[in-house]
């Protein structure tokens, strides 16, 4: 099974909102509702942000909201802050094992 | 919240046994499920497997003729084995809380295989 696609990078203004898309096929993003986001800072381990396609784990910021639409999963980021540069990944349930995505590397401007 | 904490060598020899051990600190093992995901460069992440705290398994189906999965309730760890790693298992490793969906994470280990 391939990864599942990203793109590279995306950018953004500090206070803007931005979409991260995370493409798939109907054997693991769009077969499921087992779709998550992570995000990473250099150096450190993967944080999870959305889980199930929209849900959001205790004390990460409301921010941060998660979508599907077929086989196409987005995480979008709204009143972006210099914290949130970072990498994201998502990542989904595909009936025998889990994929994720290349990661896209968020620049805030 | 749970915290975990991977540990082994960090320096594999070519055809050798890579193995890990997560220890588990703040919760308890029982009654959940744990994974090991590792991170390279080149491929990204890459989901290896979990384990539940009665020993049930569920590999990648990739890496599935060179991994084992253990776990041990009374130590509040669970471990992780590749066998004949060659230079491609090179990567940062993982473990986690969850099946399917890793939830916390510990902070990964770097294992170079190289002779």
């Known amino acids: 099974q391939s990864a599942l696609t990203q793109p590279a990078s995306v950018s953004g203004s500090p206070g803007q909102s931005i979409t991260i898309s995370c493409t798939g096929s109907?054997?693991?993003?769009?077969?499921?509702?087992?779709v998550s986001w992570y995000q990473q800072h250099p150096g450190q381990a993967p944080k999870l942000m959305i889980f199930?396609?929209?849900k959001r784990p205790s004390g990460v910021s409301n921010r941060f909201s998660g979508s599907k639409s077929g086989n196409t999963a987005s995480l979008t980021i709204s009143g972006l802050q210099t914290e949130d540069e970072a990498d994201y990944y998502c990542c989904a349930y595909a009936g025998s094992t889990t994929l994720f995505g290349g990661g896209t590397k968020l620049t805030v401007l | 919240q749970v915290q975990l904490q991977e540990s082994g060598p960090g320096l594999v020899k070519p055809s050798e046994t890579l193995s890990l051990t997560c220890t588990v600190s703040g919760g308890s093992i029982f009654p959940y499920y744990w994974s090991w995901i590792r991170q390279t460069p080149g491929k990204g992440l890459e989901w290896i497997g979990y384990i539940y705290y009665s020993g049930t398994t569920r590999y990648n189906p990739s890496l599935k003729s060179r991994v084992t999965m253990f776990v041990d309730t009374s130590k509040n760890q669970f471990s992780l084995e590749v066998t004949s790693v060659t230079a491609a298992d090179t990567a940062v490793y993982y473990c986690?809380?969850?099946?399917?969906?890793?939830?916390?994470w510990g902070q990964g280990t770097l294992v170079t295989v190289s002779s």
């Open positions: 109907s054997n693991d993003v769009g077969g499921y509702g087992l």
């Open positions: 199930e396609v929209v």
């Open positions: 986690a809380k969850g099946d399917w969906v890793p939830e916390s």
